[in-house]
Nanobody
């Protein structure tokens, strides 16, 4: 599966952005999906995950209540809605996918898209 992330940009603190991850090449509904981010000078960090049906999700504590991961398998796309953005959310965001046999979230992925930069100004 090939993944293409988009939707990053510059936003003021408290603002919102929606990232998209478009998948092609395989049946996206067979893949669990997730979002990661990498801030300048830091290691890549897991952010959120969604099961292949969208029925299960998982978030790291720092984004709970502010970020929402969803997917539309008919459109082969996963999303990350980011609200109440903070300067510390500034990072390159990556989407990822993993072929799974069950409907569960994943923390490790084999397929990665290119990143999209999110910059939150204070």
């Amino acid at each position: 599966v090939q993944l293409q992330a988009s939707g990053g940009g510059l936003v003021q603190a408290g603002g919102s952005l929606r990232l998209s991850c478009a998948a092609s090449g395989r049946t996206f509904s067979s893949y669990a999906a997730g979002w990661f981010r990498q801030a300048p000078g830091k290691e890549r960090e897991f952010v959120a995950a969604i099961s292949r049906s969208g029925g299960s999700t998982y978030y790291i504590d720092s984004v709970k209540g502010r970020f929402t991961i969803t997917r539309d398998n008919a459109k082969n796309t996963a999303y990350l809605q980011m609200n109440s953005l903070k300067p510390e959310d500034t990072a390159v965001y990556f989407c990822a996918a993993e072929l799974v046999t069950g409907d569960y979230v994943m923390r490790e992925y084999d397929y990665w898209g290119q990143g999209t930069l999110v910059t939150v100004s204070s």
